[in-house]
């Protein structure tokens, strides 16, 4: 259980601080205790209210151009992914896992630098919606959206605003997906509940901090720990 508490706290706290990146951090720390399917659902219960948090506090901001189209692709690529997450080896899956975190934090450390540049086209944002989809399916991993969310904002507030109403959507639609198929079950239902207020707590320490800290900072050990973890999982789960 300390383990569980451990990755809820970092993990919403990353998410208030950035706005996103809660999903890999705690199912990179929850890589190493348990299999996919059981981490999954218990973090799509924690992450809902989280984003509802975020967008309200920041509904100002919200741009119907940019949510609106991302999350009708996201959903396209969220049925693939929620069967292969019930029907494919955890073993595998973790591997994949892995390999998706290094390239993910490699375009973030890229993006940061300057280095690496999305051309905004509407091909683009297909591509990068139905992969998301299939990523927040499998792992419930919207970083991909945050690839491209944060070409089209101009502030923080703004990109939290809109990524976080893409992720309601997405959570939605996952959650009635999840309960149909049975990958939510009593026991994690029960597991969220248990770590709800741990998520409340890390997601206004990492929101106050928003304010205090160097973002850029922050950003940069949040990638080195995605790379980190996403080698370690595929050492260990290499054989």
Known sequence: MVLWIIATFVAFFIKGLCGFANTLVFTSIMGFGANN?????VELMLG????FILTIKNRKKLDPKVFIPLAVLVLAGCIPGALLLKNVNATYIKIVFGVVIILIGIEMFLREQGRLKFKESKLVLAIIG?????LCGLFGVGALL???VGRVTESSDEFKANISAVFIVENTFRLILYSLMGIITLEGFKQALILMPVVIAGLFVGMFSSKVLNERIVKRLVIALLIVSGIALIIMNVK
Not at 37 to 41: D, L, T, Y
Not at 48 to 51: E, F, R, V
Not at 130 to 134: A, I, K, N
């Open 37 to 41: 399917v059981a981490i999954s659902p």
């Open 48 to 51: 809902y209210p989280a984003n």
């Open 130 to 134: 139905v992969l998301s989809g299939v």
């Open 146 to 148: 945050a690839a491209y």
